[in-house]
């Protein structure tokens, strides 16, 4: 790809300076609200201002000794887990069945990635309506199968591309020598894709965590997840402590995408035939 | 290899079927477990996807949901504010994304690493997180204010009110939506023709003919994608509106969602039909536009 982008830079001439300038006009854009999180966090004062009034790392102290966070973190933690391990296993097996038909997987996939487009609001409208028809109460176990739902077409799409890659006649020389299509699965597929399997399932863990209208309208009344607390708390006042919970989200999320990111970059996944 | 020996063989005898499909000439349509392996996503589709959505219709329930959306004045005032932002939204994200993803294909090492650090940066952070930065920004006496005075943008004893504001809602509508618009884009550029780039250029073409009628046009799919994506994403949005507009600035999102806590014991019918009438309509754009392109899955995540 570095060989075709000489003739695309080249190409576009005169028109290249101004292009690349809007662009990092726009990188600085996107830089800027993230940027202010930061340094909001460190505030010493109790209100936000600008410059901040001094520099302390009081906030994430009393953030992190607070138990409402950290009950908040707890449940955070549960729920998203639960719910990346379905959207793991649903998106997996989705698109291992994809890679067997021969026809009419458009339409199926049309399906599997709608949840992608779904406005949030509408949908746990009806997810609690149909709770409250069959007498559920909401609970974590509620948020978890929506929070899958959503998650489920990114899983679908990692799976998807990761299968794509594999040599096929592999699982064909599996099946040739007469195993069963779980075999195939369980002992020859999955594991030439286990590396993707598990940033699959960062990802999904990732949407989980910072999901919120799902998190927020399903929560149960014993207590709600880290996005849903920022939630309700910013609905006061936006204080420093809430600017530090929000630096705590950016950096571990950060740091489990990183470190999947560089986990995917190593050893390349066995390739097809060319 | 043995273990590769044989079935190479096999299927070069076959004439290279595709390994796990089913085999020609058996009339099966699907290969082995394709049946058991689907079964459990649709299962859960069914029951976690279409089961709420069937219980939205349901909720609205005949014509009263409608008829109260219908004499309700804030419905209509919102579906219009939503209908306005979402295209607005998508016609700056549009220029701003393709620009962006033009400059990522035509730049070199460095930089190029810059904006497309940038860009994850922005997509690996919640949207909730992005909009506290920008409430955070638009806070009186606050960064935002201070880099305008900084920069003899604003006069100093100026102030600047954006906070729960209508002009105040669109860079962070923008902001949010920027990745899943230059995703696509990006994606499409990638596998543009070079051979055509170079024809273009040997034939005289100006740098404006090149990409007006040679790049973008082989980028197309790539823009359908991510302007149907970033206009139905606008159409539910709810986050960022709810934190940033004021009480006058209610799309269908907020409206839905606040009609629904309001009456968290009893008659969801009014949101319900506005709900659903949101939902037909993205789902009807989403699958008409995903035959042409695909809209969810033209990006690397």
Do not use: K
Request: glycine share 8%; hydrophobic share 55%.
């Amino acid at each position: 790809m570095a060989s075709a982008d000489a003739p695309l830079g080249s190409a576009l001439g005169a028109l290249r300076r101004p292009l690349v300038v809007l662009a990092i006009v726009t990188a600085l854009f996107l830089l800027l609200p993230v940027a202010t999180i930061l340094p909001a966090s460190l505030s010493d004062g109790a209100s936000l201002g600008f410059p901040p009034q001094g520099l302390s790392l009081r906030w994430y102290q009393a953030v992190l000794a607070d138990p409402g966070w950290a009950d908040a973190a707890a449940r955070s933690l549960r729920v998203s887990a639960a719910g990346a391990l379905v959207a793991l296993v649903a998106g997996t097996s989705a698109a291992l069945g994809l890679t067997r038909l021969r026809r009419g997987t458009r339409p199926l996939r049309t399906l599997f990635m709608a949840p992608v487009v779904l406005p949030g609001v509408v949908y746990v409208l009806g997810f609690y309506s149909a709770l409250i028809r069959v007498g559920l109460a909401r609970s974590e176990w509620t948020i978890a199968a929506g929070q899958a739902t959503l998650a489920f077409p990114v899983v679908l799409v990692l799976t998807s591309a990761a299968l794509g890659g594999i040599d096929p006649n592999i699982p064909q020389a599996a099946r040739s020598l007469g195993a069963r299509w779980w075999t195939v699965v369980l002992r020859v597929e999955l594991p030439m894709v286990r590396r993707s399997l598990l940033a699959a399932f960062v990802v999904a863990f990732t949407l989980c965590f910072d999901e919120l209208v799902v998190a927020l309208f399903l929560a149960p009344p014993s207590g709600d997840t880290v996005p849903a607390h920022i939630w309700t708390s910013a609905q006061d006042a936006l204080a420093p402590d809430i600017a530090a919970v929000a630096v705590l989200v950016i950096l571990s999320a950060f740091i489990l995408l990183g470190a999947t990111s560089l986990l995917l970059r190593g050893r390349p996944e066995l390739r097809a035939r060319p | 290899m043995t273990l590769t020996a044989v079935p190479a063989e096999a299927a070069a005898l076959r004439g290279d079927i595709a390994p796990l499909e089913p085999r020609p000439g058996t009339g099966a349509r699907a290969g082995p477990g394709a049946a058991w392996l689907l079964a459990l996503p649709l299962g859960l589709l069914t029951l976690f996807l279409i089961g709420p959505l069937a219980m939205v219709a349901v909720t609205a329930g005949g014509t009263s949901g409608f008829r109260q959306a219908l004499a309700d004045p804030t419905v209509g005032s919102a579906v219009l504010r939503t209908l306005s932002i979402a295209v607005a939204v998508t016609a700056i994200t549009l220029v701003l994304g393709t620009a962006y993803a033009l400059a990522i294909t035509s730049t070199r090492r460095a930089l190029r690493a810059l904006l497309i650090g940038v860009l994850l940066i922005g997509f690996w952070t919640s949207i909730l997180v992005r909009t506290l930065g920008w409430v955070l920004l638009y806070e009186p006496s606050g960064p935002l204010e201070g880099l305008l005075h900084i920069t003899r943008l604003l006069p100093a004893a100026a102030a600047i009110n954006l906070l729960q504001t209508t002009p105040g809602m669109y860079p962070a509508m923008v902001h949010v939506m920027l990745p899943y618009m230059v995703l696509p884009i990006w994606a499409a550029l990638r596998s543009h023709d070079p051979e055509q780039l170079r024809a273009a250029r040997s034939l005289g073409a100006r740098p404006f003919t090149v990409l007006r009628w040679v790049l973008l046009p082989q980028a197309r799919a790539g823009i359908i994608a991510g302007a149907v994506l970033v206009f139905t994403l606008s159409l539910g949005f709810y986050i960022t509106p709810r934190l940033l507009g004021g009480p006058s600035d209610i799309t269908i999102g907020t409206l839905v969602g606040d009609q629904f806590e309001a009456s968290l014991s009893g008659d969801f019918s009014e949101p319900a039909a506005v709900g659903l009438l949101l939902v037909v309509a993205v789902l009807v754009l989403y699958s008409v536009t995903d035959r042409l392109v695909r809209v969810t899955e033209s990006w690397r995540p």
